[in-house]
Nanobody, 119 residues
Framework: QVQLVESGGGLVQAGGSLRLSCAAS????????MGWYRQAPGKQREMVAT???????NYADSVKGRFTISRDNTKNTVYLQMNILKPEDTASYYC?????????????WGQGTQVTVSS
């Protein structure tokens, strides 16, 4: 009932930048928390950054000062600006939205977008 479409991944050299986008569509009353997660081969999925409906943000220590999460509520879209990329940032990046529909909350994931940082 809710689809998340990610874009913006790719191959970049160390020190470069990328901007990820994740647009939500479907049936919901509002989007509460939005976030980005990543999973490297052989590793567990980990939180990268989250943002609440009020704009409060939270970052993994490994990306603080380099990544910025933001959202555009008019477009139901969350962004992740990634600067000073490092090879260890290489992973599949997934967005997650928590939406409200009636009295309930539902969690949805995007399909993932690959980010590869070469040294």
């Amino acid at each position: 009932q809710v689809q998340l479409v990610e874009s913006g991944g790719g191959l970049v050299q160390a020190g470069g930048s990328l901007r990820l986008s994740c647009a939500a569509s479907g049936i919901f009353d509002s989007i509460n928390n939005m976030g980005w997660y990543r999973q490297a081969p052989g590793k567990q999925r980990e939180m990268v950054a989250t943002i609440t409906s009020g704009g409060s943000t939270n970052y993994a220590d490994s990306v603080k000062g380099r990544f910025t999460i933001s959202r555009d509520n008019t477009k139901n879209t969350v962004y992740l600006q990634m600067n000073i990329l490092k090879p260890e940032d290489t992973a599949s990046y997934y967005c997650k939205d928590i939406v409200s529909r009636g009295r309930h909350e539902f969690q949805y994931w995007g399909q993932g977008t690959q980010v590869t940082v070469s040294s």
